[in-house]
């Protein structure tokens, strides 16, 4: 990404929820989860979090330019548990995204194999021959006049896998500076793609829990 310039957003940490081993926080768009490799990108949301609660762990990640919900753990033991959940899809995650265009069908599911595009990094690209394996369900929730806003649910965990995605079929996210064309990239002053919900076993007793952050476009 030729002439970019990392500025995070102020903002104060947005707490959804917290326990003994949870931490559930909001990240906004623009903001790294975890730091880059030059000190100018240092700040992201792992350090602020440990900025306020020191004992949490990272668990996942979301993309810089996505919204959302991350769960961070708040002991070791809740760490590894969840990190189990993630590995073997226990966790269920709800993304809402606006794509490009009108979206004819109501719903289905993509299954397209991605890899690293090695000469174009940070992208990743359809790889039916060496890709791993990324399945996406998506359900439309409305169509507005030139997008279609969706329900993302991926199955699987790979790097740029929604936007990837819904590119391949024709609908790329909008603001998507990665992967869109311009027209479908300047539609938005920012990615819409935001992580509202994620379902999982609470790491204590395992009781099923759902937490939610609400969609900001």
Aim: net charge positive; hydrophobic share 40%.
């Amino acid at each position: 990404m030729s002439g970019f310039r990392y500025s995070p957003p102020c903002e104060p940490l947005s707490v959804v929820y917290r326990d003994g081993a949870l931490l559930l926080v909001d990240k906004p768009s623009g903001l790294l989860s975890v730091p880059g490799k030059s000190a100018d990108l240092s700040d992201c949301l792992e350090s602020r979090v440990k900025a306020e609660y020191s004992g949490a762990l990272l668990v996942h990640r979301l993309d810089m330019s996505t919204s959302g919900l991350m769960v961070f753990a708040m002991t070791r033991a809740a760490q590894r548990n969840l990190g189990i959940q993630f590995e073997k899809r226990i966790v269920k995650k709800t993304y809402v995204a606006r794509v490009f265009g009108h979206v004819a069908e109501s719903g289905g599911v993509i299954k397209f194999p991605l890899s690293a595009d090695w000469p174009n990094r940070p992208k990743q690209k359809i790889d039916m021959l060496n890709g791993r394996s990324a399945t996406t369900r998506w359900q439309v929730i409305c169509r507005e006049q030139l997008a279609t806003r969706l329900f993302l649910f991926p199955e699987t965990g790979r790097s740029h896998q929604l936007r990837v995605h819904m590119k391949e079929i024709g609908h790329p996210v909008l603001g998507d500076r990665l992967y869109a064309d311009d027209r479908a990239a300047s539609a938005a002053d920012r990615l819409q793609l935001h992580a509202e919900r994620l379902e999982f076993r609470h790491p204590i007793g395992g009781k099923a829990v759902q937490y939610e952050a609400k969609c900001p476009f």
